[in-house]
């Protein structure tokens, strides 16, 4: 069974300041999907990452994949407040019928 | 249609009684999935449709949740003899089948049980 796990689970943060969100998984996979949620809304799509060493880059958000290591990072530079949200990794269960399997989510606070 | 649509919005109902959420994926859209998130936590996968093959149910907490659909349109995921246990978000997500295919989620039911 696929397992995600992401790390923190909450982080409060200065704005202006550069912080690393860390996702885990258990079993090979070859997509892993970043997402935004607000407070009562759905997920907004942030990255898709398909192969080893993928990095994409939006605004003050950078994702990256190390499928050998089972790694994603999500790095925010010079947080400012908007970005205060939750935001979850989703990797792809190859052995699952392509599956989601979701991390817990990182809440993460942009403090003025 | 636009983009994954999902009624009712919110949904207050009786401990004991049967209730029917409805997702309406993106037209062309082959795969379909029910997912719930209780407040404050991350998404629990509750069952998968793709085509016309047979829907992953494993995520299903209990029997007394079921999902239909219809081809490739609308599903209807149906909790019978509601529990305040089931009082949660119950999003749905569509995607094409295929290599980085993109898994569009809708607004969600919000589902109180009092």
């Known amino acids: 069974e696929l397992k995600v796990e992401q790390n923190p689970l909450f982080l409060s943060m200065q704005e202006g300041k550069n912080y690393t969100i860390y996702c885990n998984y258990s079993t090979t996979s070859d997509r892993l999907y970043w997402y935004r949620q607000d407070p009562g809304k759905s997920l907004e799509s942030l990255f898709v990452l398909l192969s080893n060493g993928a990095v994409k880059q939006e605004g003050r958000l950078m994702a990256s994949l190390d499928t050998k290591a089972r790694l994603s990072t999500l790095h925010i530079t010079a947080a400012v407040h908007d970005l205060s949200a939750t935001y979850f990794c989703?990797?792809?269960?190859?052995?699952?019928?392509?599956?989601?399997?979701f991390g817990g989510g990182t809440r993460l606070m942009v403090k003025p | 249609g636009a983009g994954v649509s999902q009624s009712p919005s919110n949904k207050v109902t009786e401990k004991g009684k049967d209730v029917e959420l409805r997702c309406d994926p993106i037209s062309g859209h082959t795969a379909l999935y029910w997912y719930r998130q209780r407040l404050g936590q991350g998404l629990e996968f509750l069952i998968y449709f793709q085509g016309n093959s047979a829907p992953d149910k494993s995520g299903l907490p209990s029997d007394r949740f079921s999902a239909e659909r219809t081809g490739e349109s609308v599903s209807t995921l149906t909790i019978q003899r509601t529990q305040q246990e089931d009082s949660a978000v119950y999003l749905c997500?569509?995607?094409?089948?295929?290599?980085?295919?993109?898994?569009?989620f809708g607004s969600g039911t919000r589902l109180t049980v009092v």
């Open positions: 989703a990797v792809v269960d190859n052995n699952a019928g392509n599956m989601l399997t």
């Open positions: 997500a569509s995607s094409l089948r295929g290599q980085g295919r993109s898994y569009t």
